[in-house]
């Protein structure tokens, strides 16, 4: 499945931190933004890059998934619809 996050590499801390989103992808149409870290896909934590990809890969397109996300040292729940 597409969520369209594009990582942010140059961070250290827990969870899957955003540099971007791809434009009227997934993750943009659900309002994740750059700075957004992601510490939840669905069920399952995500503490790396391989968190996530494994979270993910046990989605299908189409799912409505909730995503966790620290903004601003506050988490948020959004929902993301997968391409």
């Known amino acids: 499945p597409y969520f369209g996050s594009i990582p942010d590499y140059s961070q ?13 992808g997934p993750a943009d149409k659900a ?8 510490i939840k896909l669905g069920d399952s934590k995500v503490g790396n890059i391989d968190d996530f990809d494994g979270a993910l890969r ?3 397109a189409g799912d409505k998934v909730i995503v966790v996300v620290k903004r601003d040292g506050k988490e948020q729940i959004l929902s993301v619809t997968l391409g």
Not at 12 to 24: E, I, M
Not at 32 to 38: E, T, Y
């Open 12 to 24: 250290d801390k827990p969870g899957l931190a955003l540099s971007g989103v791809s434009k009227d």
């Open 31 to 38: 309002g994740l933004k750059a700075g957004d870290v992601i």
């Open 58 to 60: 046990k989605f299908k």
